[in-house]
């Protein structure tokens, strides 16, 4: 659903030159149960690229506009059009444009940028007394690039360590806190180490290094 809106509302406020580029990604960010009857809330976040799509008649309008023009003059006149970024012109001599039959254009394709996941922190220390189980930590994961980022979290062999969540999904440029438990009801006085390794849709897995000392 969130999909079907996301794309509704593209058409309704970009027009029908904009075509959708990929696939529209949508994150579940929040669940709550809004009365008795169980009815539950879900607030969803979708998104998407757009890109402006130049049909032949529209280039080959945009060739007899350019006609003749300075090199200057194409530049101003191409940067002031819809769906245009950026321009370059080439030329093989001179700074006057030919006539539009003589006129190349070429588009390059807009592509997106990668989920790129960053931590914080990269290790965790645990201190308490045999018996009791130190407060919990957390841990932020951030996705600092684009798209959506999809990631796992596993610990390796020792039963004392929990996290929560175990997987998700981020936005763009949004955090999500993993929770780090600790249960030291099987332990005895001293020290034990394990690692948490976190690994993304995209780019390098990340390792959480953790310590726990028993007293």
């Not at 300075?70 to 321009?87: E, I």
């Not at 999500?176 to 995209?202: C, H, K, R």
């Amino acid at each position: 659903m969130a999909q079907n809106l996301l794309a509704q509302q593209a058409v309704n406020e970009l027009g029908p030159n904009y075509m959708l580029a990929g696939s529209i990604e949508s994150t579940v960010r929040q669940i709550s149960v809004v009365d008795i009857h169980d009815t539950v809330s879900l607030l969803v976040q979708a998104q998407g690229t757009w890109v402006y799509t130049f049909s032949a008649a529209d280039q080959q309008n945009i060739k007899h506009h350019l006609a003749n023009l300075s090199q200057q003059n194409a530049l101003q006149y191409l940067t002031a059009q819809p769906g245009v970024a950026s321009a370059q012109i080439e030329l093989s001599s001179g700074n006057t444009l030919p006539a539009a039959a003589h006129i190349t254009i070429v588009i390059k394709p807009v592509t997106s940028a990668l989920p790129q996941l960053t931590l914080s922190p990269n290790a965790l220390t645990f201190t308490t007394k045999a018996g009791n189980n130190p407060p919990p930590q957390t841990i932020i994961i951030t996705n600092s690039g684009g798209g959506v980022l999809l990631w796992t979290i596993a610990v390796s062999s020792p039963s004392w360590l929990s996290v929560v969540p175990v997987s998700g999904s981020i936005a763009p440029q949004e955090s999500i806190i993993v929770t780090f438990v600790v249960d030291v009801a099987s332990l005895t006085p001293g020290t034990s180490s394990t690692t948490a390794i976190i690994t993304p849709t995209s780019g390098t897995a990340e390792t959480v290094a953790v310590l726990l000392e028993v007293l």
